[in-house]
């Protein structure tokens, strides 16, 4: 046979390889997919090779430039490729597939099929059996087998997601409405409805996915859903207001604003770099392809691990023998035994490291952070502390909600990241107020004059605000957004989620307008027709007792609130609280998407207690 020729043989092999990747057997796979593909094969080729063979596939391969590459068009370019390492490595990565499974299916936007990562699968699942592993509630499906599919079938009932969210924000979710025993279809959609509504309320995006995807386990939503829940939770405390030891990482020339504008993925690679420059090592730049030599993170271990000089906390040595390992997987092994001394051995294999996963690698290293930071928050320096506050519970909400809605980038500190005003436009867009991108200045901006772009684009948000929108924003101008002025900020934010609240509701009714006293109206008419008290307003007295919101979810669905559970009359504060705690949960539950807190309803503001009452309105209204 001449060279270059393929045989029948090879030609069913690639049929086979073909059809691995093509799993709705449409015929036809996108070019995004032979990116992933590479991406994730772990093939034997420098970087810069990878990137032109993909390249060469897309130009050659796709023939007619559809984007969508035929298995006559696959042959063609496999037989010029044939020849080559190229061609014998594709084919092994094809066959294999390793690391990517694919699943039936497809999206009906693109066609494409979905697939999802078998590394993160064994690394949330090891996650998850280790974080719930003493929670009795979870006896019945714990622990799972991380080479299985256990995962995508123990999500299915609701109480895994509840657990996990409320490990990575306490007290989200009220324990009392989580249903335990003797599920039924029922109760099972009840826990994922509270389980989707807290994720969105801590800030996951969750647009995409119903209670139906997670009672079928579909692999990639579920992955995504439970990264974004496990990310947040490994997150949250690097944060300068919740770890003041992070001033430690300051730069030369750098103040205080400087740092705490930064997000928690660039303060952990600082905190990265800061090990690495005492233990006199070179820098890193990502926890990617920094990271894969597994060097980086020996001596981050050495550095961290505890040295005997605290009380009570024996030293640990870590053993740097491994470095002079010739091959990288057996370095990366070796490394891990030791991140094991610090019980830091979680989210990664050694696989993982080699091939630097982005997301497992990040939560490798956040976890460690989170054990032992091995920072001294300075005496000496001269630093205004009063400076250092955490978030008010409104812009916690409001930085929830954004982020519930997938505005991009995700937005970390409220007033620094919105300065350039590129969320605002979106959020804009969400209530259909059209924004002409044209206007806008976009990211990278140039180093001279950059603030000038965005003080421009803060200008147009605030007149689109004004003339598009009809908000009434007296007295704000686009310097004030993109100085961060908080309560002209907040006046924005508020009337952006009150549109949008008003706009679900409109929808709803036929496009009825709908004001507060339409909100009003309706509550207290369902209360009425439930024989139940009514309220005079959002700032009525008796909602700080929950009363109210926990009548009108019971008229909406009868027989949902166990008042045995509740107080109604004399309460303390903590009975209260814990009346609201149930009240949001329970709102959660029936199929509301509050953003707002339990502490909101105690204390009666009028503005959450507003959004309350109109999401259950908006679940009222959907009622068959």
Known sequence: MAKGEISAEEIEELREAFSKVDVDSNGYISTDELTELFKVANLPLPGYRVREIIQELSQTMDQNKDGKITFEEFVKVFHGLKSSEVAKTFRKAINKKEGICAVAGTSEQSGTQHSYSEEEKVAFVNWVNKALEKDPDCKHILPMDPSSNDLFTAVGDGIILCKMINLSVPDTIDERTINKKKLTPFTIQENLNLALNSSSAIGCHVVNIGAEDLKEGRQHLVLGLLWQIIKIGLLADIEISRNEALIALLRDGENLEDLMKLSPEELLLRWANYHLEQAGCSKINNFSSDIKDSKAYYNILDQVAPKGD????????????????????????????????????????????????????????????????????????????????????????????????GVNPRVNHLYGDLADALVIFQLYEKIKVPVDWDKVNKPPYPKLGSNMKKLENCNYAVELGKKEAKFSLVGIAGQDLNEGNRTLTLALLWQL???????????????????????VRWVNDTLTEAGKN???????????????????????????????????????????????????????????????????????????????????????????
Do not use: H
Request: aromatic share 6%; with cysteine.
């Open 310 to 405: 605290e009380e009570g906390i024996p030293p640990i040595a870590i053993d740097m023998s491994g470095l002079r390992e010739k091959d990288d997987l057996k370095r990366a092994e070796c490394m891990l035994d030791q991140a094991d001394r610090l019980g830091c051995r979680q989210f990664v294999m050694p696989n993982d490291v080699v091939r630097g996963n982005p997301k497992l690698n990040l939560a490798f290293v956040a976890n460690l952070f989170n054990k032992y930071p091995a920072l001294k928050k300075p005496e000496n320096q001269d630093i205004d502390w009063s400076s250092i506050e955490g978030e008010t519970r409104e812009e916690r909400t409001f930085r929830n909600w954004m982020n519930s809605l």
């Open 497 to 519: 989620m009150r549109r949008y609240t008003l706009n679900i509701l409109e929808e709803l009714g036929d496009g009825q307008k709908v004001n507060d006293d339409t909100i």
């Open 534 to 624: 009514t309220i005079t307003g959002f700032k009525d007295g008796s909602i700080s007792s929950s009363m109210p919101v926990l009548d009108l979810i019971d008229a909406i669905q009868p027989g949902s609130i166990r008042y045995d559970l509740i107080k109604a009359e004399d309460l303390t504060d903590e009975e209260k609280l814990n009346n609201a705690k149930y009240a949001i949960s329970m709102a959660r539950k029936i199929g509301a998407r509050v953003y707002a807190l339990p502490e909101d309803l105690v204390e009666v503001k009028p503005k959450m207690v507003m959004t309350v009452f109109a999401c259950l309105m908006a679940r009222g209204m959907k009622r068959v």
